[in-house]
């Protein structure tokens, strides 16, 4: 699923959470793009990911294990 974050709220708010440099990778212009994050069900908004990792395309492989392990 994938959401529009118009004014970047969300991306900049992940950037609080995250370590200096984690996504370094995937900003442009001081902004998240194109990454993607698995939180679990009873995580709160203060919370960063349990993973986070950029370009989608090429996270999709670890995500889908991560996934299957969450769901067993």
């Known amino acids: 699923m994938q959401f529009w974050d118009k004014d970047h709220l969300v991306a900049k708010e992940l950037d609080h959470q995250l370590a200096p440099g984690q996504l370094s990778y995937s900003k442009r212009h001081g902004i998240i793009w194109d990454v993607v994050g698995l939180y ?17 395309e090429d ?12 769901l067993q």
């Open 40 to 56: 679990p069900a009873t995580a709160q908004w203060d919370v960063p990911p349990v993973f986070i990792d950029g370009n989608i």
């Open 59 to 70: 996270t999709e492989p670890e995500i889908s294990k991560r996934l299957q392990s969450l």
